[in-house]
């Protein structure tokens, strides 16, 4: 069993807004794209264009229709993948050690030639943030792009999650979330950021920013500004008239 350290220097994780997400995808596409053009760890798929494709995914996209309590019913997208636990369940219980989480930036991480593709750690999450890869048979999970932040031979604007550089609305953060300075948690501070299930006592290190409330616009009236009648009011003699005849 690997043993999960008693603090790291840093917790490196995502900030979701799920107020900002369109649910367009473009995140799950530049994540596949990463880490399977040998950057990362590459990520199979089976019969893509049959009957019954599958695939590896490290991040997934979910829709929801929720209803607040006032105002319409909305759609929410929320967006899924390794939430880089402070007290992972899918670390301790893995068997050889494969699974760990590091202790320099709090990122969990699989060494893939430990693994022996038994899916204990895909039981012990439960988020469901594990998919084991069918043509290598080894767990798959989210890395951060480790091999992305720390490449000094990119831009220093490229050195962020795949998911973050491509996000076109602007929902998704990386930064140091053990740093309460840093701008990923001075934005959980403003926006009231939660964990994922917290009641799991798992200690996500990545943050959700909840949906804000819609505008009702049952009670807008949002033709009413054409509709109304716009007159200048008058001047002269026509306007000293007018003011006269109000008192009267």
């Known amino acids: ?124 999450c439960p988020y469901g943030a594990r998919e084991l890869d069918r043509a290598a048979g080894v767990m798959k999970k989210c890395t951060l792009c480790v091999d992305r932040i720390y490449n000094e031979n990119l831009p220093e604007e490229d050195r962020t999650p795949a998911c973050v550089r491509t996000c076109p609305a602007g929902a998704r953060h990386f930064g140091d979330l053990g740093d309460p300075d840093s701008a990923v948690s001075q934005l959980v501070m403003d926006r009231e950021g939660v964990d994922l299930m917290p009641e799991l006592v798992t200690k996500p290190v990545n943050k959700y920013l909840p949906p804000r409330p819609k505008d009702d616009l049952d009670q807008i009236d949002v033709l009413s500004p054409f509709l109304q009648p716009v007159a200048e009011p008058a001047k002269g003699i026509a306007g000293w008239l007018d003011r006269v005849l109000e008192k009267i």
């Open 1 to 124: 069993m690997t043993a999960l350290p008693e603090r790291t220097d840093k917790k490196l994780g995502l900030v979701i807004d799920l107020d900002t997400c369109v649910g367009c995808h473009a995140c799950v596409v530049a994540c596949k794209g990463w880490n399977t053009e040998n950057y990362g760890a590459p990520l199979s798929d089976q019969h893509a264009y049959g009957a019954t494709p599958s695939g590896t995914f490290l991040n997934r996209v979910h829709a929801y229709e929720v209803q607040p309590d006032r105002g319409p019913a909305q759609t929410v997208h929320f967006p899924k993948s390794c939430l880089h636990c402070d007290d992972a369940p899918c670390v301790t219980v893995c068997p050889t050690g494969a699974s760990y989480k590091r202790v320099e930036d709090g990122i969990v991480l699989v060494n893939e030639d430990d693994c022996i593709g038994c899916g204990l750690c895909a039981w012990a």
